[in-house]
């Protein structure tokens, strides 16, 4: 876990248990989330989001958990999700933000 200048509150999770369809290679809308590869990662910012069916409780759980954890250490944070798997490349992991905070993100960085 970590927090960066960004005001991002960051948690990795590399673990075989992170679902397997949550890896898109695009950027991606799905249950209240926004979703795209690292490698892609500008997307965030400026990309138009395709809407995607997808939803798990242990993606949303830990995306709870750490929101908890922003919301009494540094509120004015954004919780900021990054899944990976075991063995596959770094730049394939997904990034995740809620919806919500996108504007946020935007006027730091812009």
């Given at each position: 876990?970590?927090?960066?200048?960004?005001?991002?509150?960051?948690?990795?999770?590399s673990r075989k248990e992170v679902p397997k369809?949550?890896?898109?290679?695009?950027?991606?809308?799905l249950d209240g989330f926004l979703a795209v590869p690292l490698c892609q990662l500008g997307e965030v910012l400026y990309g138009d989001p395709v809407p995607a069916e997808f939803r798990s409780k242990i993606v949303r759980d830990y995306y709870s958990h750490m929101d908890g954890w922003r919301l009494a250490n540094f509120p004015e944070g954004i919780t900021t999700l990054v899944l990976h798997r075991p063995k596959m490349p770094i730049g394939s992991s997904m990034f995740i933000i809620s919806?919500?905070?996108r504007s946020k993100l935007c006027q730091i960085i812009c």
């Open positions: 876990m970590t927090i960066n200048e960004l005001q991002l509150v960051v948690d990795v999770k369809g949550i890896y898109f290679d695009h950027l991606v809308e919806i919500k905070d």
